[in-house]
């Protein structure tokens, strides 16, 4: 077997993003150098060939998926998975936390105006936002951070890849008007890939 074939296998047999190292174990000739070089190669044949999926790094590691503008075809089916839908507050509860982590429950409602309570929990359980440690303040607040569900559900490697801060509004008010064109209801990843499975 060549090392692309190696690769290939692993990615397409697994449901999460995986690293180089973690790639490398699949065999004990494989180096983390050859991983890359693989990945590299398979991409380069992929958008040669116009295929309707590539490998596409998310967080710390790599992870097969459809191409977004395949996503319209694949919504019709109820076995392709979706992404969480995430409303308006959800996605402003997640601005907060993205921009402020780590960030409390406390000072999220301030900035918000509203209770955040329902909407932690939501969050933490599509595990786009964790708890990250406690404040030094009364009680000990539970103090919130993203996840690296996060950046795969965003599509992206790092949170440098976030627009600064002065841009959020626009950012937000495009994914506002994303929602109401949207026909399914829900949300893909940002960049609109599908994992396939």
């Known amino acids: 077997?060549?090392?692309?074939?190696?690769?290939?296998?692993?990615l397409f047999a697994s449901q999460t993003p995986l690293t180089s190292a973690e790639i490398a174990r699949?065999?004990?000739?494989?180096?983390?150098g050859a991983v890359d070089q693989a990945i590299a190669s398979l991409r380069d044949a992929y958008e040669a060939a116009d295929r309707a999926f590539q490998i596409y790094e998310l967080g710390d590691g790599y992870q097969v998926l459809t191409r977004p503008e395949f996503a319209p075809y694949l919504e019709r089916f109820d076995s392709v998975p979706r992404a969480p839908y995430l409303s308006s507050a959800a996605l402003e509860t997640l601005a907060i936390i993205v921009y402020r982590q780590p960030i409390?429950?406390?000072e999220i409602e301030e900035v918000r105006g509203v209770s955040?309570?329902?909407v932690l929990r939501t969050l933490a359980d599509w595990e786009l936002i964790e708890v990250v440690g406690r404040g030094e303040g009364?009680?000990?607040?539970?103090?919130?951070?993203?996840?690296?569900?996060?950046?795969?559900?965003?599509?992206m490697k790092d949170l440098a890849e976030l627009p600064p801060p002065e841009e959020l509004p626009v950012v937000l008010a495009e994914l506002q008007e994303a929602f109401d064109l949207g026909t399914s209801g829900e949300t893909a990843?940002?960049?609109?890939?599908v994992g396939v499975e």
């Open 138 to 155: 009364l009680g000990r607040p539970l103090l919130y951070g993203t996840t690296t569900r996060f950046l795969d559900h965003f599509g």
């Open 189 to 193: 990843p940002a960049d609109g890939a």
């Open 116 to 118: 955040a309570t329902s």
């Open 1 to 10: 077997m060549t090392p692309e074939q190696i690769v290939e296998a692993t």
């Open 26 to 32: 699949a065999d004990e000739g494989l180096t983390t």
């Open 104 to 106: 409390g429950r406390i």
